[in-house]
């Protein structure tokens, strides 16, 4: 094989690697992210924080990542906030979860 093959071949193998690590950091991220949600909204309302972060999960993972996913996580966590007779904004509730991305995108860093 020539060195120009080999050469691609290097490229292609570092940059499947470079996807597939960028999707298992995005994938810890989100599930961390949603964990943090989970006990906030725990805290906030005395709900138990697995059955609240099961059900966190099943729906986002459901979703794929994306927009969609994060704006329905939000509406679910106001919604049910509100049963509780918690009234939060919508930008209260971005708020949070920009704060518990960060605070997850923090720890996978350290």
Not at 39 to 56: A, G, H, P
Not at 69 to 78: D, G, H, V
Request: net charge negative; hydrophobic share 45%.
């Amino acid at each position: 094989m020539s060195d120009l093959l080999h050469t691609v071949e290097a490229k292609g193998a570092t940059s499947q690697m470079n996807f597939i690590a960028g999707q298992e950091a995005a994938f810890w991220v989100r599930a961390r992210r949603n964990r943090l949600l989970a006990d906030w909204f725990s805290d906030l309302t005395d709900e138990n924080v697995q059955s609240y972060l099961r059900l966190l999960l099943d729906a986002d993972f459901a979703k794929v990542e994306s927009r969609e996913a994060e704006q329905w996580i939000l509406t679910k966590i106001r919604n049910d906030l509100m049963g509780f007779g918690i009234f939060l904004t919508p930008e209260q509730m971005r708020d949070q979860l920009r704060r518990c991305e960060t605070q997850a995108l923090l720890e996978r860093a350290g």
